[in-house]
């Protein structure tokens, strides 16, 4: 008899995360701190529960752009070397108790210059804190690793300046390159000349892609951009027909995607906050995952989205009854989609993932 599926148990399982910012992440009460000792007084609430349910309801928009404007207030309070370390240490804890094994965790350098930060400062700063973190982790009895990811946003022109920042710090657990920010207006071509330098540096890249814009999008992206992963991908069911007899046909796009098996870091409870599905239950993972398309499940934003990984798995098996064999390829999917060695994921799904697994479904 296998071990029953809620919240608790999916918390032990070891877990994989693709798709997560940085400043979508903190604790309420650490930006609370984190706003009194820089002197922020723009915080719509002084109380940790408070403000923690200020900014789900904030970013409960149905709106990408509405979305993205709840981070004014946590990427103000993220102007320090300090800061900034805090925040990625706290995050790696958060994440191992959580039951993540590895995570790629993104931001945008860019955004944190207020103060006078240099890119090389904010990115050795971030790296202190996430191996700062691991220990913590570590001291816990949780194994975690943590992969760092690049991001520059795709309204600004300093795409090509960020993907010669990650390819610097590559070797300091810098794993890729993504853009991020709103795509309507924003078509990643406007970026080819980053991805087409970090293609001749043998380094990797997401992006950002059919989220709140549609097909054009992901095309572009994987097209004439190269993507490796799409961030999001959801519009991706837009070039799938499925007939009322339950037939299915896959358009040309959707059927390079998934003969490719290019990743799709799918992230349910952000997606409808950001009006890309209407329900967990109507969220196109169901139909992706189904297809066997390279799905991943995500948080994006665990401040935002008041989510975790493990809430995430808990909310998807009750909208489609997913049980840990789901959630064990759910794992193994994203493991292999990783932008580390291929020696360094195999390890982790024969040594963590699979054994996790299997303790439950004894």
């Given at each position: 008899?296998?071990?029953?599926?809620?919240?608790?148990?999916?918390?032990?399982?070891?877990?994989?995360?693709?798709?997560?910012?940085?400043?979508?992440?903190?604790?309420?009460?650490?930006?609370?701190?984190?706003?009194?000792?820089?002197?922020y007084a723009g915080l719509p609430?002084?109380?940790?529960?408070?403000?923690?349910?200020?900014?789900?309801?904030?970013?409960?928009?149905?709106?990408?752009?509405?979305?993205?404007?709840?981070?004014?207030?946590?990427?103000?309070?993220?102007?320090?070397?300090?800061?900034?370390?805090?925040?990625?240490a706290e995050c790696v804890e958060?994440?191992?108790?959580?039951?993540?094994?590895?995570?790629?965790?993104?931001?945008?350098?860019?955004?944190?210059?207020?103060?006078?930060?240099?890119?090389?400062?904010?990115?050795?700063?971030?790296?202190?804190?996430?191996?700062?973190?691991?220990?913590?982790?570590?001291?816990?009895?949780?194994?975690?690793?943590?992969?760092?990811?690049?991001?520059?946003?795709?309204?600004?022109?300093?795409?090509?300046?960020?993907?010669?920042?990650?390819?610097?710090?590559?070797?300091?657990?810098?794993?890729?390159?993504?853009?991020?920010?709103?795509?309507?207006?924003?078509?990643?071509?406007?970026?080819?000349?980053?991805?087409?330098?970090?293609?001749?540096?043998?380094?990797?890249?997401?992006?950002?892609?059919?989220?709140?814009?549609?097909?054009?999008?992901?095309?572009?992206?994987?097209?004439?951009?190269?993507?490796?992963?799409?961030?999001?991908?959801?519009?991706?069911?837009?070039?799938?027909?499925?007939d009322e007899d339950g037939s299915?046909?896959?358009?040309?796009?959707?059927?390079?995607?998934?003969?490719?098996?290019?990743?799709?870091?799918?992230?349910?409870?952000?997606?409808?906050?950001?009006?890309?599905?209407?329900?967990?239950?109507?969220?196109?993972?169901?139909?992706?995952?189904?297809?066997?398309?390279?799905?991943?499940?995500?948080?994006?934003?665990?401040?935002?989205?008041?989510?975790?990984?493990?809430?995430?798995?808990?909310?998807?098996?009750?909208?489609?009854?997913?049980?840990?064999?789901?959630?064990?390829?759910?794992?193994?999917?994203?493991?292999?989609?990783?932008?580390?060695?291929?020696?360094?994921?195999?390890?982790?799904?024969?040594?963590?993932?699979?054994?996790?697994?299997?303790?439950?479904?004894?």
């Amino acid at each position: 008899m296998s071990t029953p599926v809620n919240l608790d148990t999916i918390r032990l399982v070891p877990k994989v995360l693709l798709h997560d910012h940085l400043d979508g992440g903190l604790r309420p009460q650490t930006v609370i701190d984190l706003a009194r000792a820089a002197g922020y007084a723009g915080l719509p609430h002084e109380d940790a529960d408070e403000l923690g349910r200020w900014f789900a309801a904030a970013a409960d928009s149905g709106s990408l752009e509405r979305y993205l404007e709840t981070f004014s207030h946590t990427v103000a309070v993220m102007q320090t070397a300090e800061a900034l370390a805090r925040v990625a240490a706290e995050c790696v804890e958060d994440l191992a108790a959580d039951g993540v094994v590895y995570a790629e965790i993104r931001y945008a350098p860019e955004l944190f210059q207020e103060q006078g930060l240099t890119l090389d400062r904010i990115v050795a700063a971030v790296q202190d804190g996430f191996r700062d973190g691991e220990r913590r982790a570590a001291a816990e009895g949780k194994r975690i690793r943590i992969g760092t990811l690049l991001c520059a946003m795709r309204q600004n022109a300093r795409s090509a300046e960020i993907a010669n920042l990650a390819v610097r710090y590559r070797d300091s657990e810098v794993v890729g390159f993504d853009i991020a920010g709103p795509e309507a207006g924003f078509p990643p071509t406007r970026n080819l000349d980053a991805f087409e330098y970090l293609r001749q540096q043998n380094a990797h890249f997401t992006i950002h892609a059919g989220e709140a814009f549609g097909l054009p999008s992901i095309w572009e992206a994987i097209q004439h951009c190269g993507a490796e992963r799409l961030g999001h991908g959801v519009r991706i069911v837009d070039d799938i027909k499925v007939d009322e007899d339950g037939s299915v046909h896959l358009g040309r796009l959707a059927s390079y995607i998934r003969d490719r098996r290019i990743p799709l870091e799918m992230c349910p409870s952000s997606n409808l906050q950001t009006g890309a599905a209407k329900s967990i239950a109507e969220h196109p993972i169901g139909l992706l995952a189904k297809l066997r398309f390279r799905v991943t499940v995500n948080t994006d934003n665990r401040l935002m989205s008041h989510c975790s990984m493990s809430s995430e798995f808990a909310a998807l098996h009750e909208a489609f009854g997913y049980g840990w064999a789901d959630m064990q390829w759910f794992a193994v999917n994203a493991m292999k989609s990783a932008f580390i060695g291929f020696d360094e994921r195999l390890e982790i799904i024969d040594d963590v993932i699979k054994p996790g697994y299997a303790a439950l479904l004894e």
